[in-house]
Every structure is written in structure tokens, then in C-alpha cells.
């Protein structure tokens, strides 16, 4: 099969190989996957380059956990009525060799979800990390009917589909940060009541006057823990709620121990490739149910052939993508 792999960890472009392999078979509880995309997160560009001195898990790595197909074979335990069915695909690199920057894949049955209609393999694809971070924020901390909810970062993957996740799911106000103008009007298609440019506007000073009050919100979904903590804190009700996901500008940040104390607030450090697979299995049930009632967009950057997987590892290493990136496997 062809595939993408890398046998040391540096930039793209010096370890990045396409060529063939040998095609893997399913084991117990595994299906194989024919993968049609494969999206590129943040986590697979941190894994490549050695992040913060990380090692290479294996002596080769096919990188990506997300991507998109159709299962051709099942392992022992595994239904033969799978075969055939198209799915997206979360997860296949974790704690395994090879991901799904690859002809074929092959997972436990349950990192493989059946992609209800309408949705396309492209689409399929951008889901995975993104989109069940964005329900685990929204969701590990009980029901947000009727909350006001901030969202930092809402034209990033996670925002993206937090924003609509927030909105569909009942929030009462929903408010976003962005840095780039020309996502302010997406962010606005997909429900957001308020759109602020972190870069330009006084986040606290907005959301306290758009919703009357110094301290209005309930719920923050956090990309930059560190470098936002300060106004989250301030425009969190009391017993309100901080899911962090990153913070890669500030890596250690100081936490105000005592202004958080005084709100009672919790800090969540959301993680799916570590949260319990029954909160894995429930932000799929809710995913799909979105998508089959024809109520989740998605959004792409730009789709690169596989032999030039270094290309799109450059370009989400850049910041310049708005939207997922994806590999079209041949």
C-alpha cells in the first residue's frame, strides 16, 4: 500500500517519506479501514517535529489520527455486516504505529463511526479530535441550556464546531473570539450572538456590556488557557467552568489562585485522547445525530495529494489555515 511515515522526528520536508508498505490486517475488535482522507491536527505536527523534546513512539510512525473511509475487513469479535460501511475514523495513531496517512488503517471497531448521510468523506474527515473536543468542553460539565458561553478561538477547529455545537444545543447567549476579520461573518453564520477580535477589542469590556453584567458567563471553551486566564476569571459567574484544551502560547501559566478560589470555579483540562471512551462514545452518538439531521458544517482549508503530506504538515505548522487540512489518499 502507499503510505506516508517518518522514522525520526524534525521538519516536515526532512522526514517525511511517502512509499509502500506492506497492508495491515484487522485484528480482534479491529476493523481495517480503506481510508479516503486523512486530516492533519495539531498533535500530529507536534508528534512529527519532536515537541517540547518528545521521542518517536515507534521505530516508524504513519502519522494522523483522524480521517475518513470504508471498512473492506473485520477482525475476531467484529460484525461482517461492517464491512462496507463508511465511517469516520478517530484516534488511529494513539498508542499505535500507524495512522491513517495510509491506503488503509486499521483500529479497535470502536474509532471507527459509522458517517451518517449527508455528510461526505471529505467531511467526514474534519470531525475526529476537533469536533468530539469541542463536545467534551461544551458538555463534561452538565447541560448549557440556557448558559452563556464563551468561546476562545471560535474560527479555530475546535471553535468551529464548538460555536455550533453551543448554539444547537440550547446556550442562551453565545459569544466568540477571533483574530483574523475575515472569519468574524463565519463565526456569525454559525451562531454566534457576539463576535469580538481578540487582537483589537477589550473581551471583558464587550461581553460585560453586550450581556449587562461584569460577570455574565457561564462556560468558557479555552485555546489559550495561559494567555486568556485573566479574562476568563473575570467574566466567570460563580461555580462557572474553564475547559482548557491548549495553551501553547503560555505553557506553564500562573493560575490567579485566589480570585478563583473566591468564584469557586473549575478548571477542566479536557484531553480526549484521555478522557473515558464511554464520553468518546457519547460525543459520537451526538455528533452523528447532528449530522444526520443536516445541522453540522464543516470547513476545509485545503486538500494535498499524499506524496505531499510535508506541504500540509508546513502549512498547519504556519497558522495560515482557516479550516481542516486533509490528505486525499489515492
Same mark, same amino acid.
Given at each position: 500500500?502507499?503510505?506516508c511515515?517518518?522514522?525520526?522526528?524534525?521538519?516536515?520536508r526532512?522526514?517525511l517519506?511517502?512509499?509502500?508498505?506492506p497492508e495491515?490486517?484487522?485484528?480482534?475488535?479491529?476493523?481495517?479501514?480503506?481510508?479516503?482522507?486523512?486530516?492533519?491536527?495539531?498533535?500530529?505536527?507536534?508528534?512529527?517535529?519532536?515537541?517540547?523534546?518528545?521521542?518517536?513512539?515507534?521505530?516508524?510512525?504513519?502519522?494522523?489520527?483522524?480521517?475518513?473511509?470504508?471498512?473492506?475487513?473485520?477482525?475476531?469479535?467484529?460484525?461482517?455486516?461492517?464491512?462496507?460501511?463508511?465511517?469516520?475514523?478517530?484516534?488511529?495513531?494513539?498508542?499505535?504505529?500507524?495512522?491513517?496517512?495510509?491506503?488503509?488503517?486499521v483500529?479497535?471497531?470502536?474509532?471507527?463511526?459509522?458517517?451518517?448521510?449527508?455528510?461526505?468523506?471529505?467531511?467526514?474527515?474534519?470531525l475526529?479530535i476537533?469536533a468530539?473536543?469541542?463536545?467534551?468542553?461544551?458538555?463534561?460539565?452538565?447541560?448549557?441550556?440556557?448558559?452563556?458561553?464563551?468561546?476562545?478561538?471560535?474560527?479555530?477547529?475546535?471553535?468551529?464546531?464548538?460555536?455550533?455545537?453551543?448554539?444547537?444545543?440550547?446556550?442562551?447567549?453565545?459569544?466568540?473570539?477571533?483574530?483574523?476579520?475575515?472569519?468574524?461573518?463565519?463565526?456569525?453564520?454559525?451562531?454566534?450572538?457576539?463576535?469580538?477580535?481578540?487582537?483589537?477589542?477589550?473581551?471583558?469590556?464587550?461581553?460585560?456590556?453586550?450581556?449587562?453584567?461584569?460577570?455574565?458567563i457561564?462556560?468558557? @471553551?479555552? #485555546?489559550?488557557?495561559?494567555?486568556?486566564? &485573566?479574562? /476568563?476569571? $473575570?467574566?466567570?459567574?460563580? =461555580?462557572?467552568? *474553564? %475547559? +482548557?484544551?491548549?495553551?501553547?502560547?503560555?505553557?506553564?501559566?500562573?493560575?490567579?489562585?485566589?480570585?478563583?478560589?473566591?468564584?469557586?470555579?473549575?478548571?477542566?483540562? @479536557?484531553? #480526549?485522547?484521555?478522557i473515558?471512551?464511554? &464520553?468518546? /462514545?457519547? $460525543?459520537?452518538?451526538?455528533? =452523528?445525530?447532528? *449530522? %444526520? +439531521?443536516?445541522?453540522?458544517?464543516?470547513?476545509?482549508?485545503?486538500?494535498?495529494?499524499?506524496?505531499?503530506?510535508?506541504?500540509?504538515?508546513?502549512?498547519?505548522?504556519?497558522?495560515?489555515?482557516?479550516g481542516?487540512?486533509?490528505?486525499?489518499?489515492?
Amino acid at each position: 500500500m502507499k503510505a506516508c511515515w517518518y522514522e525520526k522526528t524534525g521538519p516536515a520536508r526532512d522526514v517525511l517519506v511517502t512509499g509502500e508498505m506492506p497492508e495491515p490486517a484487522p485484528g480482534p475488535g479491529e476493523v481495517r479501514v480503506r481510508v479516503a482522507f486523512s486530516a492533519v491536527n495539531p498533535s500530529d505536527t507536534k508528534g512529527r517535529s519532536g515537541w517540547r523534546g518528545r521521542p518517536i513512539a515507534f521505530p516508524r510512525v504513519i502519522p494522523h489520527q483522524d480521517g475518513s473511509g470504508t471498512i473492506d475487513a473485520v477482525g475476531p469479535g467484529v460484525d461482517a455486516k461492517r464491512i462496507g460501511e463508511q465511517v469516520w475514523v478517530y484516534m488511529a495513531q494513539r498508542g499505535r504505529p500507524f495512522g491513517t496517512a495510509a491506503q488503509w488503517t486499521v483500529v479497535p471497531s470502536e474509532r471507527a463511526v459509522t458517517l451518517p448521510k449527508p455528510a461526505s468523506l471529505e467531511e467526514g474527515a474534519c470531525l475526529g479530535i476537533p469536533a468530539m473536543t469541542a463536545h467534551r468542553c461544551l458538555y463534561a460539565d452538565g447541560d448549557i441550556k440556557g448558559q452563556a458561553i464563551l468561546i476562545q478561538g471560535g474560527a479555530g477547529a475546535v471553535g468551529f464546531y464548538a460555536v455550533q455545537m453551543a448554539k444547537l444545543g440550547g446556550a442562551r447567549s453565545v459569544i466568540t473570539t477571533i483574530g483574523r476579520p475575515e472569519t468574524a461573518a463565519r463565526a456569525k453564520e454559525l451562531g454566534a450572538d457576539l463576535v469580538l477580535d481578540y487582537k483589537r477589542d477589550n473581551v471583558a469590556g464587550r461581553v460585560a456590556e453586550f450581556l449587562k453584567s461584569k460577570a455574565p458567563i457561564d462556560r468558557v @471553551v479555552e #485555546v489559550a488557557f495561559g494567555k486568556n486566564l &485573566a479574562t /476568563d476569571v $473575570a467574566l466567570l459567574k460563580p =461555580n462557572g467552568v *474553564i %475547559a +482548557a484544551y491548549s495553551s501553547d502560547e503560555i505553557n506553564e501559566p500562573v493560575v490567579p489562585f485566589t480570585p478563583m478560589l473566591m468564584k469557586d470555579l473549575t478548571v477542566r483540562f @479536557v484531553l #480526549v485522547y484521555e478522557i473515558a471512551q464511554s &464520553a468518546r /462514545d457519547w $460525543a459520537a452518538r451526538d455528533i =452523528n445525530a447532528l *449530522i %444526520a +439531521a443536516n445541522k453540522l458544517q464543516h470547513q476545509i482549508d485545503r486538500i494535498y495529494p499524499l506524496e505531499q503530506a510535508a506541504e500540509a504538515h508546513d502549512r498547519m505548522e504556519s497558522g495560515a489555515a482557516v479550516g481542516k487540512i486533509l490528505l486525499r489518499i489515492p
